[in-house]
């Protein structure tokens, strides 16, 4: 299997520099700064093969960003080896921004007053496509996009999602092996996040373009990837199946119950699950406690069954845990065992 990107025991580490307060302190910063350290981003190591299209996941400031920097060659590696495409993102500069793409959600490529067409012309060149691969390729993309109303237009004067679907265009202009894209469907209408979901689909089987896919937006990633990597604090905590990572922590059901008695507590609950794979967290409503318990049939009418035999219950409702709520667990207990 041929590997796009390579990680290995990749680091960031930022300087933050603090300022010393008062006149004398800020005397003394003239001469030296006091700073500490940050790391953002841990020796991390992972690969990536061609055609895989991978979720780059976890909360704010959990290293993405940095990260995918590294990895486009716009931040240097305190320490670590990153390939991508075969070369170093920040040595072989020109030859390596042929080969990728990227969409940066709050970032454009396009430029802000002149019709999308003349970006994609300018773009054109800069990357030196020729014009039979560009008007074959192009015309694919522009149609699948359905952007072809929107090319004589201002960037200026699109709506976000139209924008979008143009900077998508864009990014996939020279037809790169590789595509990183970060959040890209952010703040977009449902129609339009699936138009791009499917497009993404397409020129995956079609090219078998490489995707690396940072998001919020976890219906993006079970939508498209297979894989995700998961980071937490600068660290990857899963690597894995999106599947397994289901399988293995979302087998569960909740039960969610809802109490006549106002004075329900943990104390009294606790025992009710003695012996069995389940716990109580608290609901959202007062009175309401949800057991989480594994998907077994015998465990969960036995849970039931000993509830409602100990207390008043004025409304059971059970339900599956979702991806989300799954990798909310994940970050609330930290690191898991893929
Ligand atoms: N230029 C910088 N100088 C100092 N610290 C930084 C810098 N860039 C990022 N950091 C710190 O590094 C850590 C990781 O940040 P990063 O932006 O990579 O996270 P992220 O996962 O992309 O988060 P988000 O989802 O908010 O974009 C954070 O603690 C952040 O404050």
Same mark, same amino acid.
């Given at each position: 299997?041929?590997?796009? /990107?390579?990680?290995?025991?990749?680091?960031?580490?930022?300087?933050?520099?603090?300022?010393?307060?008062?006149?004398?302190?800020?005397?003394?910063?003239?001469?030296?700064?006091?700073?500490?350290?940050?790391?953002?981003?841990?020796?991390?190591?992972?690969?990536?093969?061609?055609?895989?299209?991978?979720?780059?996941? &976890?909360?704010? =400031?959990?290293?993405?960003?940095?990260?995918?920097?590294?990895?486009? &060659?716009?931040?240097?590696?305190?320490?670590?080896?990153?390939?991508?495409?075969?070369?170093?993102?920040?040595?072989?500069?020109?030859?390596?921004?042929?080969?990728? =793409?990227?969409?940066?959600?709050?970032?454009?490529?396009?430029?802000?007053?002149?019709?999308?067409?003349?970006?994609?012309?300018?773009?054109?060149?800069?990357?030196?496509?020729?014009?039979?691969?560009?008007?074959?390729?192009?015309?694919?993309? /522009?149609?699948?996009?359905?952007?072809?109303?929107?090319?004589?237009?201002?960037?200026?004067?699109?709506?976000?999602?139209?924008?979008?679907?143009?900077?998508?265009?864009?990014?996939?202009?020279?037809?790169?092996?590789?595509?990183?894209?970060?959040?890209?469907?952010?703040?977009?209408?449902?129609?339009?996040?699936?138009?791009?979901?499917?497009?993404?689909?397409?020129?995956?089987?079609?090219?078998?373009?490489?995707?690396?896919?940072?998001?919020?937006?976890?219906?993006?990633?079970?939508?498209?990837?297979?894989?995700?990597?998961?980071?937490?604090?600068?660290? /990857?905590?899963?690597?894995?199946?999106?599947?397994k990572l289901k399988s293995n922590w979302g087998e569960g059901k909740q039960?969610?119950?809802?109490?006549?008695?106002?004075?329900?507590?943990?104390?009294?609950?606790?025992?009710?699950?003695?012996?069995?794979?389940?716990?109580?967290?608290?609901?959202?409503?007062?009175?309401?406690?949800?057991?989480?318990?594994?998907?077994?049939?015998?465990?969960?009418?036995?849970?039931? &069954?000993?509830?409602?035999?100990?207390?008043? /219950?004025?409304?059971?409702?059970?339900?599956?845990?979702?991806?989300?709520?799954?990798?909310?667990?994940?970050?609330?207990?930290?690191?898991?065992?893929?």
């Amino acid at each position: 299997m041929e590997k796009i /990107i390579q990680v290995d025991q990749l680091r960031k580490e930022f300087k933050s520099f603090s300022s010393r307060s008062g006149l004398k302190g800020a005397f003394r910063d003239l001469f030296t700064r006091n700073y500490k350290v940050i790391p953002a981003v841990k020796d991390i190591s992972f690969d990536i093969n061609k055609g895989e299209m991978v979720g780059y996941i &976890g909360e704010n =400031g959990a290293g993405k960003s940095t990260s995918i920097k590294m990895l486009t &060659g716009i931040l240097t590696p305190t320490s670590g080896i990153v390939t991508v495409n075969g070369m170093d993102p920040h040595k072989e500069r020109e030859k390596f921004v042929k080969s990728i =793409g990227v969409v940066f959600g709050q970032r454009s490529q396009l430029w802000w007053d002149i019709a999308v067409q003349e970006s994609f012309r300018l773009l054109k060149k800069v990357y030196k496509v020729p014009d039979d691969v560009y008007k074959k390729h192009m015309n694919h993309v /522009i149609e699948s996009l359905d952007i072809a109303p929107l090319l004589d237009k201002p960037v200026r004067k699109l709506s976000l999602g139209q924008r979008m679907r143009c900077e998508l265009a864009a990014a996939l202009l020279h037809n790169p092996s590789l595509l990183f894209l970060d959040e890209p469907t952010i703040g977009l209408d449902v129609l339009v996040k699936l138009k791009i979901r499917n497009f993404l689909k397409e020129i995956n089987e079609k090219y078998q373009t490489t995707v690396l896919l940072t998001t919020h937006d976890l219906t993006d990633i079970e939508a498209l990837c297979e894989r995700v990597i998961m980071l937490d604090e600068g660290q /990857i905590i899963y690597d894995g199946k999106l599947s397994k990572l289901k399988s293995n922590w979302g087998e569960g059901k909740q039960i969610e119950f809802q109490f006549a008695d106002v004075e329900i507590s943990r104390m009294k609950l606790n025992p009710l699950l003695t012996e069995l794979e389940a716990e109580w967290t608290r609901g959202d409503r007062q009175n309401v406690w949800v057991a989480n318990v594994l998907n077994d049939e015998h465990v969960i009418s036995e849970v039931i &069954g000993r509830v409602v035999a100990a207390h008043k /219950i004025t409304d059971i409702k059970i339900h599956e845990i979702s991806t989300e709520e799954i990798i909310r667990n994940i970050y609330e207990e930290g690191a898991i065992n893929a």
